[in-house]
């Protein structure tokens, strides 16, 4: 990471409370071709979330505490913030200074772009300004939120306006939560109703959203030049599994998360 910082635009997309279990699914089964068409072999990692619910997770990752690998062992991270003691820093990872990474990325140069879903980045209330005030440019709008059935073509368009402003040369870390996979989601779902409510199904038909506009965000993320991408869920959700429904709990369903990192390569 210590050649990728400073030389590619970055894009951190964090498809909020998408379940290891439907995106794997959905991969093996051909029905997310757009994002299996940048997963290593058209497949997700199985990780483990650094916090159950958007507020902690997001915390932790902009500390540098990505998803960890689900297999046991001492997993090195892209990126660190510097701590004495760190056992998962290794000479790959960017080690910086600052208290959280897009910090780090402007004093790099980078510009810093946060484009919010869920309610923690709606800047609505001191709580929904502290993850959206790390960085140098923050949108939010109810175009962008959960109650929105076109909440993601909204945030990827805001994302080409803003490429499309940005002078060439600097560089650009991009974060965008995406809130089309949080409940209420039973909109995604052809025939569904208000009345039916959420579903596993519900759920599955939000990444199938997300999947048929996501080809636009990296289309626009690789217009300038490479792009490393990380695209990971912050946390899962349950849907009467154990007799849980939800988030922020300690059960399988939430903490364990779809993972994967690649480039985009520019247009040749």
């Known amino acids: 990471m210590n050649e990728v910082v400073g030389r590619d635009d970055l894009l951190l997309l964090t498809l909020d409370t998408l379940r290891y279990d439907v995106a794997a699914e959905l991969a093996a089964a051909g029905e997310l071709p757009g994002l299996a068409a940048h997963l290593p072999g058209g497949a997700w990692e199985e990780r483990h979330a650094p916090g159950s619910f958007t507020y902690a997770s997001h915390q932790a990752m902009f500390a540098g505490f990505l998803p960890t690998p689900a297999r046991p062992g001492r997993h090195s991270r892209l990126f660190a913030a510097r701590f004495a003691g760190s056992e998962t820093t290794a000479d790959g990872t960017f080690v ?10 402007a004093a790099r140069g980078y510009h810093t772009l946060c484009v919010g879903g869920v309610g923690f980045f709606n800047q609505r ?42 002078p060439p040369e600097r560089r650009l870390f991009v974060f965008l939560n995406v809130s089309a996979l949080h409940q209420p989601n039973w909109f995604h779902l052809p025939g569904a109703t208000r009345e039916s409510g959420d579903s596993r199904a519900s759920h599955a038909a ?38 849980y429904t939800g988030h922020r ?20």
């Open 249 to 268: 709990i300690g059960h399988p369903t939430v903490w364990t998360v779809p993972y994967r990192h690649f480039f985009l390569e520019p247009p040749a």
């Open 125 to 166: 209330g001191a709580l929904g300004r502290v993850l959206p005030g790390m960085f140098t440019e923050s949108h939010w709008e109810p175009e962008f939120s959960v109650t929105s059935p076109t909440s993601f073509e909204a945030q990827v368009a805001r994302v080409e306006e803003v490429v499309g402003r940005l």
């Open 96 to 105: 910086f200074d600052a208290p959280d990474l897009p910090t780090a990325l």
């Open 206 to 243: 939000a990444l199938r959203y997300v999947d048929r506009h996501v080809g636009r965000l990296f289309a626009a993320m690789r217009a300038r030049r490479r792009c490393f991408a990380i695209v990971t869920s912050d946390h899962g959700t349950a849907y009467g599994e154990d007799g």
